[in-house]
């Protein structure tokens, strides 16, 4: 008996077994003790006689009207005494069977996938061959860094350009500086007329007296009385005092002419102004096109200030994350239409699974959720619904959600199956507690409390919550059943049958 009895137990009720033989023999006894009512009909009269035939010295007692039995001729409820004593050895404990509000979580099926906007296909925006890559498969990159290095013609144009429109700029610099000293010039040419008009003054003075003291120089000269020395000086003098005041003439009148054209320096100068900010914008436009195109700025200004074209374009990574994907390989030529990388970032995933249309109404965003992945049997992740579509898909009347949760361990691969369980919202059924339902025979049963002991009966459950499962058939309001202490139960229930 005993060694059927270790067959029967499996491994997580072996803690039991020392409290399961002093049960059986305690439940042997007291069924030797008891005997069949005259009463007793059907079924009891009927193990009775089979009991008699097989040499059996006992059987386990029943109530009266219920039945009891062991062996194979058992047609009725079973029923396995239980003394106080017993009951108080094995802390058995029971349960009554009432209706309840029971939270049933929803049980979906779904896969690991990258957070929104986490996981990104890097290309490069022109075409070019392949120089030098500078990462490795699985790396992790920072944002900003180079990825690889791409050779391409329309960047060594552009480059080309760039150094051209620098040297036209550095010209219509220098003439603008040329034109601005002209202007400054111009602004100070009040003061040279004057001067100007001053020395014509003077100088036509000197003029008019020169002239006064030739003609006494003359009239001395034809009486005799002045020497011929005299004359001569006088009028060497007067000629140049006339030079001078001729000179002075015209440089007054241009000076008149030059204060007369100030506006035109000034518009000279605006013009040459207006060609260095036309240079400026057209190169500040060729780099930014360069930068667009990934061209380095360092890389950039190094081409300008040294001539040098290079006309490489670096790749260079958007988000900071693991380099998932690697398509290119050194000497190949690119288009920007082709992936040349692909990076993921894993600190946050969302589970995306298929929500059954009717149930529907027990969702909403900001629900908690507890997902078991098969490679972590002894975890559970928690995440919130951050996503319920606004369609259903037409063939399988489902509606596509999601739940966000963080993996700062990275334990959380993409497109790892996952089992969802959602609180959803509570129900109203007869519920009997999960810790007093059975399995025998290949079916639920449970061990209902009557004054005679605990009756086997066989149900059938609907819909499951944490601690309780809906009851379809098999019990009824009020009636209380064995949790604690069950599994003893249906050891004893095992070595009768």
Known sequence: MLYALVEMLNKESLYLLALSIPLSFALSACGGHESAPSGQAGGDGHSAQQGQKNGQSSSHASGSGTGSGSGSGHSGPRIIAVTAEVSKRIDLKTEMVTVRDVVVPLHLTGRIEPDYGREVDVSARISGRVSNILVRPGEMVKQGQILALIDSPQISDLQGEAVEAKSKLAIAEAHAERERQIYEEQLQRPKALLEAQATLQNSQVHAELSEQELKRQEDLYREKIAATKDYLTAKAN???????????????????????????????YQLTLAEVARDKQHLATICKRLDFLGADKKMTQKVLSTGNINGLVQITAPITAALSRYDCAVGEVVQPEKSMFKLTDLKFVQVSADLPEVDLPRVKLGDKVVIKIASYPDSSFTGVISYISVNVHEDTRTVPIRARLANADGKLKTNMYAEIDLEGASRKFLACPKSAIQEHDGSKIVFVQRTEGFEERPVKLGKEGELYCEVLSGLSDGETVATQGSLMLKTELNYQH
């Open 238 to 268: 007067y000629a140049k005092a006339k030079v001078a005041f001729d000179q002075a003439k015209t440089a007054l009148a241009r000076e008149e002419q030059l204060y007369k054209n100030r506006g035109l320096m000034k518009r000279d």
